[in-house]
């Protein structure tokens, strides 16, 4: 069972909004930023969003990261086939001292 | 950018050892904290172990501390997992990662990673 909870799945139709929320405590969350990883099938994660809601350089900005208290969300628009993937959001975890990731997300662009 | 290149994965019997590494290029090496992420089949990513640019910091997840030891030679930019003691509980794909900041404590920002390695423990 992962510290941090995220839906199992979500899903939408081309050109929608959909929202990924990841909810924690305030050994993490509360008191850390947020990190995005989005892992394509058969492929290496990569990072989405960092500091709540930092994009790396080549980050479309139709993937946005807010953060609020003890939850954490990632909406993705314009929606495409090609975002289909799965999620993780990632904090550190002052009570475990480390990394902690959510249970993943699966996105499927109906 | 950089990239990453592991190696050392192979099928092992529980109990036994085995030694991953991870060869960078493209960044300074010495600059960036590094981590080890696994992904067991079908499963989401765990933390598995991190260590600061100069190896003076080192992290580990409860599951593997003291069965696991991450290591780095900066002279050959290659990050290191030896790993003991195996069970069947650490199949996986290990993927090493680099991190964008240098101590490696906080919030983990993994920025690169490499396509990883599979280790198979099973008798």
């Known amino acids: 069972q992962s510290v941090l909870t995220q839906p199992p799945s979500a899903s939408g139709t081309p050109g929608q909004r959909v929202t990924i929320s990841c909810s924690g405590s305030?050994?993490?969350?509360?008191?850390?930023?947020v990190n995005w990883y989005q892992q394509l099938p058969g492929t290496a994660p990569r990072l989405l969003i960092y500091?709540?809601?930092q994009r790396p350089s080549g980050v479309p900005d139709r993937f946005s990261g807010s953060k609020s208290g003890t939850s954490a969300s990632l909406a993705i628009s314009g929606l495409q086939s090609e975002v289909e993937a799965d999620y993780y959001c990632?904090?550190?975890?002052?009570?475990?001292?480390?990394?902690?990731f959510g249970g993943g997300t699966k996105l499927t662009v109906l | 950018e950089g990239q990453l290149l592991e190696s050392g994965g192979d099928l092992v019997q529980p109990g036994g050892s085995l030694r991953l590494s991870c060869a960078a290029s493209?960044?300074?090496?010495?600059?960036?904290?590094m981590s080890w992420v696994r992904q067991a089949p079908g499963k989401g990513l765990e933390w598995v172990s991190t260590?600061?640019?100069?190896?003076?910091?080192?992290y580990y997840a409860d599951s593997v501390k003291g069965r696991f030891t991450i290591s780095r030679d900066n002279s050959k930019n290659t990050v290191f997992l030896q790993m003991n003691s195996l069970r069947a509980e650490d199949t996986a794909l290990y993927y090493c990662?680099?991190?964008?900041?240098?101590?490696?404590?906080?919030?983990?920002?993994?920025?690169?990673w490499g396509q990883g390695t599979t280790v198979t423990v099973s008798s």
């Open positions: 260590i600061s640019g100069s190896g003076d910091y080192t």
């Open positions: 493209g960044f300074t090496f010495n600059s960036y904290a």
């Open positions: 990632a904090t550190w975890d002052d009570s475990l001292n480390g990394p902690v």
């Open positions: 305030s050994s993490n969350i509360g008191s850390n930023s």
């Open positions: 500091s709540n809601n």
């Open positions: 990662a680099k991190d964008r900041n240098y101590y490696g404590s906080g919030s983990p920002q993994w920025d690169v």
